[in-house]
């Protein structure tokens, strides 16, 4: 048994040997091949080519730097907002502290849920690079999208995650929470974040289709950022609007847990049909996409707990909430160094993929009992 598991692994390593030979040889014979050519040349021809080689030395070593280094990656971000300590819904009027005299102007709570969407989409662009849109990312890896390849992608795909939850909050911000449905007209700012947030992730300054120069995808994302803290601010001065009430909460959960849904089915697609492993170039996207999804909506959902803190005390939410959260934390404590989509009854190549959807239908099941809760 134990020389068929070492032949095993004899074979793997010689396997990856040819292949990394084979690679090898087709990426690097054009450049011996103009070897000769290149040593006949002048210096005025040499120079332009040395200055070409350098540039593409040096944004190539950026652009590794920037989808390797997760600038202020951390799972439990959420706890800086010390949510506990908020006592009053978002929107509602702050109460006066006692002995001290009224403010000339009312002020009322801020949305922890805007300020975590603006967060997460600052740390997207701001804090952090946006690897979709890079040069280098849309040019690919000779000719093939990164995406189909195993390397530098990771981030990419984690930051469209946290996007994809964004997105979806800022749509719902704007049909429903942050107006009086039916009485009050939609807030400006939030459609204007809305808007931008939607915009295409992978423009670049400029594009072929439609052909010209473009506004690369960053700058759309840094005015939704904008427009979410103007929101913020006038609802902290009460000139806008937080709807909080329990329809309304059971709108916006039914709508992430639809988002989940329609996640877990994209993992169970790849892991049933794709099953190779780690020799499975796409897992990797799927897997850190979903994290990125998970990773944006325990921080959303635990704003959301604060800002709708009377309907979670009437409804008595608090315990299935504790559990969706601690849901949360399990599955964003899995973070392998390689990602592996072996089959779910394999005994040596892990099924990553089923175990990321394993926890996000954990999720889902528990808010679905959240949504029965609040429609009772």
């Not at 944004?59 to 920037?66: G, R, S």
């Not at 999804?293 to 299935?320: H, K, M, P, T």
Request: one cysteine or more; aromatic letters at 14%; hydrophobic letters at 45%.
């Amino acid at each position: 048994m134990l020389d068929r598991i070492a032949g095993f692994f004899r074979l793997i390593g010689r396997t990856i040997a040819r292949w990394f030979s084979l690679f090898a040889a087709w990426a690097f014979w054009p450049l011996l091949a103009a070897h000769g050519w290149y040593q006949r040349r002048t210096w005025m021809i040499r120079i332009p080519i040395i200055a070409f080689a350098a540039l593409l030395v040096i944004l190539y070593a950026y652009f590794f730097w920037q989808t390797q280094v997760w600038s202020n990656f951390n799972p439990s971000f959420v706890n800086q907002y010390r949510l506990s300590e908020r006592k009053v819904p978002a929107g509602q009027e702050l109460p006066v502290a006692g002995g001290v005299a009224a403010p000339a102007a009312k002020t009322c709570q801020r949305s922890a849920i805007v300020d975590v969407a603006a967060d997460l989409t600052d740390f997207n662009v701001n804090q952090n690079a946006w690897i979709s849109s890079m040069l280098l990312y849309r040019l690919g890896f000779f000719g093939i999208a990164w995406d189909h390849t195993p390397f530098l992608d990771n981030k990419a795909s984690f930051q469209r995650g946290v996007n994809q939850a964004a997105r979806r909050t800022s749509a719902e911000l704007v049909d429903t929470l942050g107006r009086v449905r039916g009485t009050s007209g939609i807030n400006n700012d939030l459609q204007n974040a809305r808007g931008n947030l939607q915009f295409d992730e992978y423009s670049w300054y400029f594009g072929l289709n439609p052909f010209g120069p473009k506004t690369p995808t960053p700058s759309y994302y840094r005015s939704a950022i904008g427009s979410l803290r103007k929101f913020n601010t006038d609802l902290a001065s009460c000139n806008a609007v937080f709807d909080g009430r329990a329809d309304n909460l059971v709108q916006f959960i039914d709508r992430i847990a639809n988002d989940l849904g329609g996640t877990s089915d994209m993992l169970a697609e790849r892991s049933e049909n794709h099953n190779r492993g780690w020799f499975d170039t796409r897992a990797d996207d799927r897997f850190w996409f979903a994290y990125g999804q998970l990773y944006a909506y325990y921080a959303i959902l635990s704003a959301a707990q604060s800002d709708f803190s009377q309907v979670v005390a009437e409804r008595n939410l608090g315990a299935i909430w504790s559990g969706t959260t601690r849901q949360f934390q399990a599955a964003l404590r899995i973070q392998p160094a390689i990602i592996s989509n072996g089959r779910e009854d394999g005994w040596i190549m892990p099924s990553h993929l089923a175990t990321m959807g394993f926890y996000i239908l954990r999720v889902r099941s528990n808010l679905v009992e959240m949504r029965s809760v609040l429609d009772r």
